[in-house]
């Protein structure tokens, strides 16, 4: 995935040495994997909430910050990832010019400035209207609050905005977090399908060992969770973590793999 081909692409050499990887003649863009990446273990933590948290409260009450802004975080995970495949192919068409990170900085600031003027207008993009509320933090969550399903233009331009301002700031991301969160944009498939079934059967061993019942856990049922079951954010946030960390062994192993093969559809796994 995002593979740009050496013969026919000129990388400046001061671009090159810190956001590309060289492998048998390919390059692939490390600022679009670390990226990726991110979101992608957005996306477990969305799921690991789904999974683990108590069923009463709702995520998108403003009157609990904690748990609004957990879930609003994740809301960046689907049109950021979507969209990167269409950014891959205009940075492919860039062919490696340094002219790119200036380009994706003051888009990124013009769509994340535009959201914040029409929201403020309350006139379009949107079906609910912010207002006002008792503190400010209340009335900055009201003004976020965007409708993601369907995602509303507001929503849209609140999530893709930032993610193109990230996406050129992470061209000069180096370190170890780097590495790792990069790692699992390389595998993007792997790390889906292995999380969600991870995630799950997790959820179904602690509901029998809290609640003695696992039917609930599978179809439409998730969300008649019992009284009794779920973790605080605290206990959510801690399963994530040893989540993310028990599938970096496996995704790095599998990115390692796809690096060796050279079929065309080791790119769409």
Same mark, same amino acid.
């Given at each position: 995935?995002?593979?740009?081909?050496?013969?026919?692409?000129?990388?400046?050499?001061?671009?090159? %040495?810190?956001?590309?990887?060289?492998?048998?003649?390919? #390059?692939?863009?490390?600022?679009?994997?670390?990226?990726?990446?991110?979101?992608?273990?957005?996306?477990?933590?969305?799921?690991?909430?789904?999974?683990? !948290?108590?069923? /009463?409260?709702?995520?998108?009450?403003?009157?609990?910050? %904690?748990?609004?802004?957990?879930? +609003?975080?994740?809301?960046? $995970?689907?049109?950021?990832?979507?969209?990167?495949? /269409?950014?891959?192919?205009?940075?492919?068409?860039?062919?490696?010019?340094?002219?790119?990170?200036?380009?994706?900085?003051?888009?990124?600031? !013009?769509?994340?400035?535009?959201?914040?003027?029409?929201? !403020?207008?309350?006139?379009?993009?949107?079906?609910?209207?912010?207002?006002?509320? /008792?503190?400010?933090?209340?009335?900055?969550?009201?003004? *976020?609050? $965007?409708?993601?399903?369907?995602?509303?233009?507001?929503?849209?331009?609140?999530?893709?905005?930032?993610?193109? *301002?990230?996406?050129?700031?992470?061209?000069?991301?180096?370190?170890?977090?780097?590495?790792? *969160?990069?790692?699992? /944009?390389?595998?993007?498939?792997?790390?889906?399908?292995?999380?969600?079934?991870?995630?799950? %059967?997790?959820?179904?061993?602690?509901? +029998?060992?809290?609640?003695?019942?696992?039917?609930?856990?599978?179809?439409?049922?998730?969300?008649?969770?019992?009284?009794?079951?779920?973790?605080?954010?605290?206990?959510?946030?801690? #399963?994530?973590?040893?989540?993310?960390?028990?599938?970096?062994?496996?995704?790095?192993?599998? %990115?390692?793999?796809?690096?060796?093969?050279?079929?065309?559809?080791?790119?769409?796994?």
């Amino acid at each position: 995935m995002t593979r740009v081909d050496l013969r026919r692409v000129d990388v400046p050499r001061a671009a090159g %040495a810190g956001d590309l990887s060289r492998a048998a003649g390919r #390059v692939r863009l490390d600022s679009i994997d670390l990226l990726r990446g991110l979101v992608m273990v957005l996306m477990a933590l969305d799921h690991t909430r789904d999974f683990f !948290a108590a069923g /009463g409260p709702n995520p998108r009450d403003i009157a609990d910050p %904690a748990l609004f802004l957990t879930r +609003w975080v994740t809301h960046f $995970c689907a049109p950021t990832f979507i969209f990167l495949a /269409g950014v891959s192919a205009f940075l492919y068409g860039e062919r490696g010019r340094s002219v790119r990170r200036s380009f994706l900085i003051r888009t990124g600031a !013009a769509v994340t400035a535009g959201f914040v003027v029409l929201r !403020a207008t309350n006139l379009y993009g949107d079906p609910a209207a912010w207002s006002m509320q /008792g503190s400010v933090l209340g009335t900055v969550l009201s003004f *976020i609050d $965007c409708e993601k399903y369907p995602p509303s233009l507001l929503y849209l331009m609140m999530t893709l905005g930032p993610a193109l *301002i990230l996406l050129a700031l992470f061209e000069r991301a180096h370190g170890a977090l780097a590495d790792v *969160i990069t790692t699992f /944009g390389r595998v993007p498939f792997f790390f889906y399908v292995v999380h969600v079934a991870f995630i799950h %059967a997790l959820a179904v061993g602690f509901a +029998w060992i809290t609640v003695g019942d696992i039917g609930w856990t599978f179809g439409s049922s998730l969300s008649q969770k019992p009284g009794s079951y779920g973790l605080g954010l605290p206990g959510v946030y801690l #399963v994530w973590l040893g989540v993310v960390a028990a599938l970096y062994p496996p995704c790095r192993a599998f %990115a390692a793999l796809k690096q060796r093969r050279r079929e065309w559809w080791w790119s769409y796994l």
